[in-house]
C-alpha cells in the first residue's frame, strides 16, 4: 500500500528539548515536504526536497531543520523547540506533478 | 508569489442538497494545478479533486465537481447530494509547475469548514 508515515502522531514536550519527527514514504517519490498547519491559517510549507541531498527553505522554516540522506526519508528536526511551534504536522510526497500524498499527521505541544 | 483565497469559513449545507465553495487565486503563472483536499475531523488530508490549468473541461469526481474559471482564477467546488460524510474542513490549493512534469509546492487557502445537517 502506497504511504507516507510519520512519527509520532502526538507529541507533548519542553521548550528546549530537541525533537525530530520522522516521515517515510514507500512510493520511490523524489519531492518531499514538511507543511504545518495553525487555524486560520491553513497549511504552510516549512521545508522540501526535491531528491536526495537536495533541500531547501519554504515559507516558515525558521526553527526547523530538515535532513534526504535517502530517497524514502525525510525527517524534520527542531533543535531547540518553542512555545509557538506547537502545531499541526504533515510530511507529504510526490512526483512529476502528481498530487501529494500527506501523511497522517503529528500534533505537537510545546510546553 | 501565489496566493489562495477561500473566502468562506463556515458553512452548513442540509443532507441530499447541493453546495458550492468558492476559491479564487493569485497567480502569474500559465502552468499549474489547483486541488481541493478534504480534511475530516481524524485530521488526514484526502484528495477530492484536482483540475490541471491547461484543460479546459472541468474535473468531476463523482458527486464532486469544480468550476475552473482561468480568465477570472476561481476555482470553486460543487457537493451534489451531500452526505453526513461530506462534514469535514475543505482546502483549497495550488501548485506551480516549475518544470515539465516536476513537482513543487502546494500554496493553500485557510479553508472552509462544511456541516452537513440532517
Known amino acids: 500500500e502506497a504511504q507516507v508515515t510519520q512519527n509520532p502522531r502526538y507529541l507533548i514536550t519542553v521548550t528546549g528539548k530537541k525533537l525530530t519527527v520522522t516521515c517515510s514514504q514507500n512510493m520511490n517519490h523524489e519531492y518531499m515536504s514538511w507543511y504545518r498547519q495553525d487555524p486560520g491559517l491553513g497549511l504552510r510549507q516549512i521545508y522540501y526536497?526535491?531528491?536526495?541531498?537536495?533541500?531547501d527553505k519554504g515559507d516558515v522554516p525558521e526553527g526547523y531543520k530538515v535532513s534526504r540522506k535517502e530517497k524514502r526519508n525525510f525527517p524534520l528536526i527542531l533543535e531547540s523547540p518553542s512555545p509557538n511551534q506547537t502545531s499541526l504536522y504533515f510530511c507529504a510526497s510526490t512526483s512529476e506533478g502528481q498530487p501529494q500524498h500527506f501523511g497522517d499527521g503529528t500534533r505537537l505541544s510545546i510546553l | 508569489a501565489q496566493t489562495v483565497t477561500q473566502s468562506q469559513p463556515e458553512m452548513s449545507v442540509q443532507e441530499a442538497e447541493t453546495v458550492t465553495l468558492s476559491c479564487t487565486y493569485d497567480t502569474s503563472e500559465n502552468n499549474y494545478y489547483l486541488f481541493w483536499y478534504k480534511q475530516p475531523p481524524s485530521r488526514q488530508m484526502i484528495l477530492v479533486i484536482r483540475?490541471?490549468?491547461?484543460?479546459?473541461q472541468n474535473a468531476t469526481e463523482n458527486r464532486f465537481s469544480v468550476n475552473f474559471q482561468k480568465a477570472a482564477k476561481s476555482f470553486s467546488l460543487k457537493i451534489s447530494d451531500s452526505q453526513l460524510g461530506d462534514t469535514a474542513m475543505y482546502f483549497c490549493a495550488f501548485m506551480k509547475l516549475i518544470n515539465t512534469g516536476t513537482a513543487s509546492k502546494l500554496t493553500f487557502g485557510t479553508g472552509t469548514r462544511l456541516q452537513v445537517t440532517l
Open positions: 483540475q490541471e490549468a491547461y484543460k479546459q
Open positions: 526536497s526535491m531528491n536526495v541531498e537536495v533541500t
